[in-house]
């Protein structure tokens, strides 16, 4: 395949051999070059300041990645008795950003989206704590000639896991009894608190500045509060003149699935997708009652009505043709659906009137499920892989359907460049009307950004009023995202 499925493919990075052909980078992983040949050409196109952005970054982690000359420098930093304010970093010294993995694939992958941006706009080189071998074990190395995994001997690797809001080196924590310490760590899960969302506020940045170390502990997309800091935000406006597509290119520079994750997409795909005129994905997810409660303050019961309003929101957007109880076959066109679910009852249901009925305008549909793991195993190899196959196979669809408050879907969405509608649930039973809503812009949602802005602060709010281009989320009141 020739080096200019690059451009389509969105991967900045053609390394190239002294002989021209790509390099074993390159070579090393098959999505690299054949995704083009599966997803359609995005309409969308990269800043050329975003391009430069890329292959500048990709110059710095190979200069400073594992075992680098400067990398080895830099961790005695984390030797004990080194303090933050005893080492301000000079000027052509590395700093690093430490991810700490949590919660399931979807927030794994919009955190470590987020992430990167941050990197990227503070100069530091990202580094992935991958406990479980799990990014390992789907994801491409990104940069070439470097590794992107935080090395098995990093000195206080052992820590890591018990990083928390009560650890003295957590930002909160320091700001609140003035501590210092080698490195900082950042706390930016649910339980994060008034003092650890102050990392979105211009100060706190100038501070961070300083620290060669930054430990982050994230499953938030939290991109949208990086737009709301003062001192981003004329970069950000160069690297991305339209706000809708940065997870859209981070998210197809940064994520090629593995050989194996690629063989299961690419297997699937031309089984039960490829030959169709159109492709549907439907995105079924359904959260514990009580979670619902606690974080989107949604309450439900049971969830019969969800198959009925799936179709509804079909049916309203051209997405799918309501049956015909007495037609016979027709002549239209094929469309495949592919639901995904951890249960299979919702995906039979529409499955099997499919099969049963014939369609009012004469296509004939198709109802697929690649799996039905019965519930959420973060952490086992095969189901993670099946994950992410499903969030790449629901981004190749020419239409999508995604279940409100999920993030495997946001995933989904942003890979593919797709608007999709958004589920309504159902509360008692009743079909909501409307079913469903258009998402504003291909953007995943920030679910939980700070309230309360900077002002704690004196004197600076920079969160306090949204931007012309941030607005609240369609499926949460208190998320935001980029329009
Ligand atoms: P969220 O909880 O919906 O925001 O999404 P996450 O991806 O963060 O966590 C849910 C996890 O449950 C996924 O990563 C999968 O491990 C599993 N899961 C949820 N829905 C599906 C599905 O439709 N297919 C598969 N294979 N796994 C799923």
């Not at 309203?316 to 995904?340: A, C, E, Y």
Request: aromatic letters at 12%; charged letters at 20%.
């Amino acid at each position: 395949i020739h080096p200019d499925f690059d451009e389509r493919n969105l991967d900045f990075s053609s390394e190239k051999g002294q002989d021209g052909s790509q390099s074993s980078y390159v070579k090393a992983c098959l999505s690299r070059y054949e995704s083009a040949l599966y997803r359609k050409e995005s309409p969308h196109k990269p800043s050329p300041y975003l391009i430069s952005k890329l292959h500048q970054y990709e110059t710095l982690h190979k200069r400073c990645g594992p075992y680098t000359e400067s990398y080895n420098r830099t961790i005695r930093k984390l030797e004990p008795g080194h303090m933050t304010h005893e080492h301000e970093t000079s000027d052509n010294e590395c700093k690093y950003l430490v991810r700490i993995p949590f919660d399931g694939l979807g927030n794994r992958m919009l955190s470590l989206a987020s992430a990167f941006l941050y990197a990227l706009l503070t100069d530091r080189v990202l580094l992935v704590y991958d406990n479980e071998g799990d990014t390992a074990d789907l994801f491409c190395e990104p940069f070439p000639e470097t590794t992107w995994l935080l090395p098995q001997d990093f000195p206080i690797r052992n820590r890591l896991d018990y990083l928390n809001q009560e650890s003295p080196e957590c930002y909160g924590n320091m700001l609140k009894h003035s501590g210092n310490s080698s490195f900082v760590y950042l706390h930016l899960i649910y339980t994060f608190n008034d003092y650890d969302k102050l990392f979105f506020c211009d100060q706190d940045q100038i501070f961070l500045q300083n620290v060669s170390w930054v430990i982050m502990k994230s499953q938030f997309y939290f991109v949208p509060s990086l737009f709301l800091i003062k001192s981003f935000e004329q970069e950000l406006a160069t690297l991305f003149p339209e706000k809708e597509t940065v997870f859209h290119f981070l998210g197809r520079y940064l994520f090629f699935p593995s050989n194996p994750v690629w063989e299961l997409i690419t297997r699937y795909h031309r089984t039960y997708l490829e030959k169709s005129d159109e492709k549907i994905g439907i995105q079924i997810r359904i959260f514990d009652p009580r979670f619902l409660a606690a974080a989107f303050n949604f309450t439900t019961s049971t969830l019969e009505a969800v198959p009925d309003t799936i179709l509804a929101c079909a049916y309203d957007n051209n997405v799918l043709p309501r049956i015909n109880p007495n037609g016979s076959l027709g002549s239209g066109k094929s469309k495949s659906v592919m639901v995904t679910s951890l249960t299979s009852k919702y995906y039979e249901i529409i499955r099997d009137m499919y099969w049963e009925h014939s369609t009012v305008n004469g296509d004939v549909i198709g109802v697929f499920q690649p799996s039905s793991e019965g519930g959420q195993k973060t952490g086992n190899k095969k189901h993670d892989r099946k994950a992410l196959a499903e969030i790449y196979l629901l981004s190749l669809t020419d239409k999508l359907i995604i279940s409100p408050w999920s993030t495997f879907g946001y995933v989904a969405q942003g890979l593919g460049g797709l608007r999709p509608w958004i589920l309504h649930m159902p509360k008692n039973e009743i079909v909501p009307n409307p079913p469903c809503t258009q998402a504003m812009s291909m953007e995943p949602c920030f679910q939980k950004p700070p309230s309360n802005g900077c002002k704690m602060r004196t004197g600076v709010d920079s969160t306090g009023a949204l931007g012309s281009y941030i607005r609240q989320c369609e499926d949460t009141s208190q998320g935001i995202k980029l329009v």
